[in-house]
């Protein structure tokens, strides 16, 4: 069952004030194991989830016009540079492409800082939890500790903790913190717990994801980036359990905003007592009501990303078809060209070069820089020298949307033209 364990931390002769230097007792949380957890879900939660799933399935058979996966790839950059700002990593769209950018190619090396280029690991992170742990016949803890890896990559320690660590409170001691996860001998059993819940199907996909995630950041299993493993693990388990087959839930957008009562809701979870008690149901079902209304708000805002890339992509059409007709060409390229593929691509890729496009579309190079000569002379990308022998094209007004956006869901009301923002947002964009 879970509980408080007692321990005992030693005085800190090193610390710089007698404050930090303090030892004494504190009491570390003991969280109960998921696999075969028994859980009551209140009816207007159960409700809540029912409402959430169809909203859910709804947005998946959404008809965007250029194909539901370009609204994935889409979503997926968007939400994890949403996943990032919540740890207080903050980055422009167009900084984290470039240094997506570098990190596909060699000699590019400038034009972002090293908070965009955390971010890009968090792409790759996110895109890892949503193919390769999907396409394993079952999530190990290894896959798990590779998400890490992958986020933090120069991280000095990879693996499970091997130190206690803690929220809030100050930074030698846990006596003041405001929650002491489990001891580090406690992580790896729990962890072995977790994962083979998720290889599991004990409940609905909405609900299991819910719960991995709640779990995963009452274990924090890692020394740094616990908030962004966890919350690529959520779409981990989306994906598997085939509620988002080919579209990412911005659920980090939400949460980015409603961070209050994301805490509230985390902590809620982390009850003291049998599982299955009152106090136990009542913390579950708590969070399960701020993770499913989070999920319904998601998917509005989803739907329309994909309303807006739909009518983006027809703007391009006729762009590209205008364009086309005044050099006396064809209105409409050949289908399969290389200039018709890539228009479809850069939802998924907003900031491209030649030898990106080769690469994307198996194409030699000339016909790589003939497609985006064409596109740049549509006005659908602008040409951006990004090293000395490197010109970068950006789709810019992919890189708006994700702006625009995160604007609007910085407002309580989802538009801050109607309510000020509750956190730093980044400028309108400017043309």
Not at 165 to 173: I, K
Not at 299 to 305: M, P
Not at 386 to 396: D, I
Request: aromatic share 6%.
């Amino acid at each position: 069952m879970a509980h408080y364990l007692e321990a005992s931390w030693p005085v800190a002769w090193e610390a710089p004030s007698k404050r930090d230097r303090r030892g004494g007792a504190y009491r570390p949380y003991l969280p109960d194991p998921l696999t075969g957890h028994a859980l009551t879900v209140a009816p207007d939660v159960a409700e809540q989830a029912a409402q959430a799933e169809t909203l859910v399935r709804r947005l998946v058979a959404h008809p965007v016009g250029h194909g539901v996966d370009g609204l994935a790839r889409f979503l997926l950059r968007s939400e994890a540079i949403a996943s990032s700002r919540i740890e207080g990593l903050q980055a422009s769209p167009q900084q984290v492409a470039l240094a997506e950018l570098a990190a596909r190619e060699a000699g590019v090396s400038h034009g972002f800082t090293a908070t965009a280029a955390l971010v890009a690991n968090n792409v790759t992170a996110l895109r890892r939890a949503v193919t390769d742990l999907v396409a394993a016949e079952a999530v190990t803890l290894a896959d798990v500790i590779g998400l890490h890896k992958a986020l933090l990559p120069d991280e000095r320690y990879h693996g499970l903790r091997e130190v206690q660590n803690w929220v809030g409170g100050g930074h030698w001691h846990p006596l003041d913190a405001e929650f002491v996860p489990p001891p580090p001998a406690h992580v790896r059993p729990l962890m072995d717990d977790l994962v083979t819940y998720m290889n599991g199907a004990q409940h609905a996909p909405l609900l299991q994801a819910a719960l991995v995630h709640a779990q995963f950041e009452t274990i924090p299993p890692f020394t740094d980036g616990n908030g962004r493993v966890g919350r690529a693990l959520i779409h981990t388990v989306l994906t598997r359990r085939g509620l988002t087959p080919s579209a990412i839930l911005p659920i980090s957008l939400v949460l980015l905003t409603r961070c209050d009562a994301y805490v509230a809701g985390l902590t809620t979870f982390r009850h003291a007592g049998d599982a299955g008690s009152p106090e136990a149901e009542s913390g579950v079902n708590d969070w399960l009501r701020v993770f499913f209304a989070a999920s319904i708000t998601a998917v509005e805002q989803a739907e329309r990303f994909a309303d807006e890339l739909k009518e983006l992509h027809g703007e391009w059409l006729e762009r590209h078809r205008a364009f086309r007709e005044g050099e006396g060409l064809r209105a409409v390229p050949r289908t399969g060209s290389a200039v018709a593929r890539l228009l479809d691509l850069l939802p998924a890729v907003p900031l491209v070069t030649a030898r990106t496009v080769q690469s994307l579309l198996d194409v030699t190079h000339p016909a790589a820089r003939q497609a985006l000569e064409e596109l740049a002379g549509a006005r659908i990308l602008f040409p951006k020298q990004v090293e000395r022998n490197t010109t970068g094209y950006l789709a810019r007004e992919i890189f708006d949307l994700l702006t625009l956006t995160e604007r609007r869901l910085a407002s309580t009301r989802w538009d801050t033209r109607e309510t000020p923002p509750r956190r730093v947002v980044p400028a309108r964009p400017q043309r």
